[in-house]
């Protein structure tokens, strides 16, 4: 059985890092192809890919965020980690880990809401 | 801005059959690139509930179902229900600058 779970601050200040981590069980991020992506959901608003990390490392970014973002992981621990500098208001969201099968998201962990205020 | 269109609302009543379109472009849908469909009920996380353009999951129902064509894609839901009454979400795999996997913008279903 697959579960992720997102765990960090809901709480940041404009112009603080973010660093959210994703304890998944029941896969093995070692496996070629398996990745674990985060998603966000502003208020309201759509559904938004920010980043991926594979089994060999490999990592993509959203392309509008790339210098704000990183993504890491622990397999020992069974973590990923994002990071995110330069918060702003605009980034208050609902922020999701989630299992990559191939081209979609099969897994989701439960969200962790972040506000960015001051 | 999202690389994929959805209609920001349809509606239906009980036991009507409604579609959800989703538009591409020739960077994502139109290059091949499959469809995936989730439902996101009030208050909850996304399900996928299409997979493949037109693959439902263990536990979908058979009254959801999807297809493509060229640079769009539909979502079908027949025998609507009041539990069926969420937003919609398109997903497919994008070449441009827009980022890797792109999401529609989203459409509130309404059962009246």
């Known amino acids: 059985q697959i579960t992720l779970k997102e765990s960090g601050p809901t709480l940041v200040k404009p112009a603080q890092t973010l660093t959210l981590t994703c304890t998944f069980s029941?896969?093995?991020?070692?496996?070629?192809?398996?990745?674990v992506a985060w998603i966000r959901q502003p208020p309201g608003k759509a559904l938004q890919w920010l980043a991926v990390i594979y089994s060999d490392n490999d990592k993509r970014y959203r392309p509008s965020l790339r210098g704000r973002l990183s993504i890491a992981k622990d397999i020992s621990k069974k973590e990923v980690v994002l990071t995110m500098t330069d918060m702003d208001p605009v980034d208050t969201g609902t922020y999701y880990c989630v299992h990559r099968r191939t081209w979609y998201f099969d897994f989701w962990g439960p969200g962790i809401p972040v506000t960015v205020s001051s | 801005q999202s690389g994929l269109t959805q209609p920001p609302s349809v509606s239906g009543a009980p036991g009507q059959r409604i579609t959800i379109s989703c538009t591409g472009s020739?960077?994502?849908?139109?290059?091949?690139?499959?469809v995936h469909w989730y439902q996101q009920l009030p208050g909850a996380v996304p399900k996928l509930i299409i997979f493949?353009?037109?693959n439902r999951p263990s536990g979908v129902s058979d009254r959801f179902s999807g297809s493509k064509s060229g640079t769009s894609a539909s979502l079908a839901i027949t025998g609507l229900q009041a539990e069926d009454a969420a937003d919609y979400y398109c997903?497919?795999?994008?070449?441009?600058?827009?980022?890797?996997?792109?999401f529609g913008g989203g459409t509130k279903l309404t059962v009246l």
């Open positions: 493949g353009n037109n």
């Open positions: 020739s960077s994502n849908i139109g290059a091949g690139f499959d």
């Open positions: 997903q497919s795999y994008d070449t441009s600058l827009t980022g890797a996997w792109v």
């Open positions: 029941g896969f093995p991020l070692t496996t070629s192809g398996m990745g």
